[in-house]
Structures are given as C-alpha cells and as structure tokens.
C-alpha cells in the first residue's frame, strides 16, 4: 500500500508485518540497493541465515533492526526498478517510516528522539541564550553529559546558533527598488538556516533580489521530517499544517516556494501530499523549489545575471541524497560552473540524514558508512567545499576539518555581493 497514514490499514501491525516481508522478499530477490546504506546489507545477511525459510523465518527482532538501520536517505527509490508505477508498488524508505510509526503507536517515542528531533525547541533556546549555548556545547563535560542524556554523540560538531535568526533579519530587511520584475519567493528559511546558518538565508536572499526576485518570509516551522524519522506522524502533520497555512496563500497570490535546504524542499513535495489530501497541499508541492533548482529555472528564462565580479577557485561539491531524490538533475554543480569555477562533484552519502548518524547509538557506523565521501573530499584537493545540505556540512567538518559552504554563499561571493 501507499504512504497513507489516514487509512487504518496503515496502522494494522499484521498488515505492516505481511508488507515488510512482501517487500523484503523482492528486495532478497533483487539485491541491486546491497551497498546504498546499512539496511540492505543487513536485511540480505539475516534472510540468508535462515537458509530456505528466507524472508519468512526473519524474527520480528531482525525486522526491526532492518528499519532502525534505515536512515532515510532516500537513495533506494530512484534506483529500484519496482517503484510505482510498476505492479510490486515498492518504497522502501516510506515502509520504513511507516513501520516506526506504528512502533511508536505502539511503544511510545522515547524523550530524546522527542528533543532532537524538534529543531525549533532547541533552536529557539539556542538562539535567545547564544553566547552561553555556544560555549557551553563546546566542553568536553556538555558534550559526555548530552550523549548521556539525550543521546547525541560526543564527537558530533553541533552548529553554531546566532544571536539573532534569520527571521528577524528578514523582517527589518529593506530590498532594493525594482525587486520582483523577475519574479516573487516564499523562502521556506529551513530551521538550520533559521537559527544557526542565517549567512546562507541572507546570501540567498542578496542574489535573489540581485535577480530582480521580491522575497517574504515563507518559514513557519520545521518542515517535520526530524519528526517523521521517529515516527510521530502526528506531530509532522501538525507541522505541515502551519506551514501550509502560511504558504497556500502566497503561491496563490502568485509567489512560489523556495527552499535552501534538499530535506525540506523534498518534503513540501513529496510528502506533505501524503500526510494530507488537500488543495493546498497539492498547490504548494507543485510550486515548490530547491533554491539552487530556482536559480537555474531564472538562468533558462534568461533572468539570471551571469556577469561576477570574481572567479572563485576550484570546488568540491557534495550532492545531498535528498537532492538526487527529487531527480531534478545536477543544478547546484551547474550553478556553480556559471561562474567559471571547476566544479567537481562528489555523489557520495554523508549518512547523516536527520538525526540518525550524529546519535550515540549509530554514529559510529554513520562515519563508516561516509567514508567514500570522505576521501572524496580529500581527494579533490579543491578549493572550497560547497554542499546544500547543512547536516552534511556537519560531517564533512567532522570527518575533514574542511567547512562546506552553500552553493549560494559561493554565487554570492562571486557575484561581489558579500
């Protein structure tokens, strides 16, 4: 079945488990995802332990392990060849979702997946309290405190909270005269940009308008994702509701959506039709954009001005899995070579994605798992390092010591607009 949380077969535990094991048996049987993320390799050594029965003598425990293993990635879907429409209707990454949503039904979501996974909460406080919160995180005594309590590791680079959010910024923000000839965005901010990489917001916010885009505040909420990767369906719902709310109405006064981060612009398209059957929901997927994505539809249109005023060096450019999931093509690399950079693309994992790799219990394996994008990295001995992904940012810091920049931060510099 679909991703359909409104259906009470969706919340059946017998139907789920006959589906897993429907799903499971094609993947078995197919064995093309084996090296994607730990899940596969995982699910493919316990059905050959169980020699004949296969998929039917996995235990409800290793089934288990299988979706906790998942991190959502996204990368199986446009790489399985039964994905709808074809007959097997197979999705993976949603089965997985669903499973921990009815085991959450059922057993509750633990406290810390509840801390981290609400961005907002945390980046509010971080925000109001900056100073002390930066300091603070930087201890080595926080730091074995947090894992201890709410569960991510010690070694994880926590971000940088800023005083003041982007929000405020945009709000005592006068634009250029003239902005909006080439267009009008609602910025979905994204709570990263929101509260701990306001540079990115503000980058995106000189070139649009240096585009002749009009920009007004389109974030309400974090997207939900942090959300739905634990399993409460309810409150990413709930989530997706506000953002509709304030969203809907400007795509209908004729803004479109646009976002600076993959795991949000992903989300406003693809999921928030599931989690509601609504108009709205339908209107802003449908006139929803990647930022980068954006820039180059202005590029096609011939808005999108190509004269900089410096040549950045060569670039690294790290392409986040939910990027590739959205199959819109290579426009963050494209973008980037606009400015006469060499642009060498790095499509490897940072297995991250949501709060998975930076918690105690998986980060371990999360570096393993990143590890080609590491040596990727290093590898190119570029310049600079861009990448739209704030999380995978994150662990190319750690795992390189190299900070990824947003590709728009590295058109705006181009562009002399720093």
Not at 244 to 266: D, K, M, N, Q
Not at 331 to 340: A, M, Q, V
Request: hydrophobic share 40%; aromatic share 8%.
């Amino acid at each position: 079945m679909t991703f359909n949380p409104r259906l009470e077969e969706f919340w059946d535990e017998a139907a789920l488990d006959r589906e897993l094991r429907r799903v499971f048996d094609i993947c078995h049987g197919c064995r093309l995802c084996f090296n994607l993320c730990p899940s596969f390799p995982r699910l493919f050594e316990l059905v050959d332990a169980h020699g004949d029965q296969e998929v039917a003598g996995l235990t409800s425990a290793e089934i288990d392990e299988v979706v906790e293993l998942c991190y959502e990635c996204k990368l199986c879907f446009p790489k399985c060849p039964y994905v709808p429409p074809h007959e097997f209707m197979l999705d993976f990454p949603r089965l997985m979702l669903r499973a921990k949503a009815v085991r959450a039904r059922r057993a509750g979501i633990p406290i810390q997946d509840r801390l981290i996974g609400n961005p907002d909460l945390i980046g509010k406080l971080g925000s109001a309290t900056a100073p002390i919160f930066n300091r603070v995180n930087q201890t080595r005594a926080a730091r074995v405190m947090m894992e201890k309590t709410v569960g991510i590791h010690r070694d994880w680079p926590l971000p940088v909270y800023e005083g003041q959010p982007f929000s405020k910024w945009l709000a005592r923000h006068t634009p250029p005269a003239g902005v909006g000839v080439n267009g009008k965005v609602a910025f979905f901010t994204t709570c990263s940009v929101e509260y701990s990489e306001v540079e990115t917001g503000i980058a995106a916010v000189q070139v649009l308008e240096h585009n002749g885009v009009a920009v007004i505040q389109g974030y309400e909420t974090c997207c939900g994702m942090p959300f739905l990767d634990v399993g409460d369906v309810k409150a990413a719902t709930e989530n997706a509701r506000r953002n509709l709310a304030r969203l809907a109405p400007a795509v209908r006064e004729g803004y479109v959506v646009v976002a600076p981060g993959p795991t949000c612009s992903y989300m406003l398209k693809q999921e928030y039709p599931l989690l509601i059957d609504s108009e709205d929901a339908r209107l802003v997927a449908a006139n929803t954009y990647d930022l980068c994505e954006y820039l180059m539809k202005l590029h096609a249109e011939g808005k999108l001005k190509t004269e900089f005023a410096h040549k950045p060096g060569k670039i690294a450019y790290h392409l986040p899995c939910h990027l590739k999931a959205q199959n819109i093509g290579y426009k963050s690399r494209d973008l980037l070579r606009l400015t006469g950079a060499p642009v060498q693309l790095v499509d490897h994992c940072s297995a991250v994605d949501g709060t998975w790799g930076m918690t105690a219990e998986h980060h371990d394996l999360s570096l393993q798992w990143a590890g080609k994008l590491m040596k990727a990295i290093e590898k190119a001995n570029a310049t600079a390092v861009a990448s739209d992904c704030p999380l995978a940012a994150l662990r190319i810091l750690e795992g390189t010591g190299k900070k990824a920049l947003h590709p728009v931060i590295v058109l705006r510099d181009a562009y002399g607009l720093g």
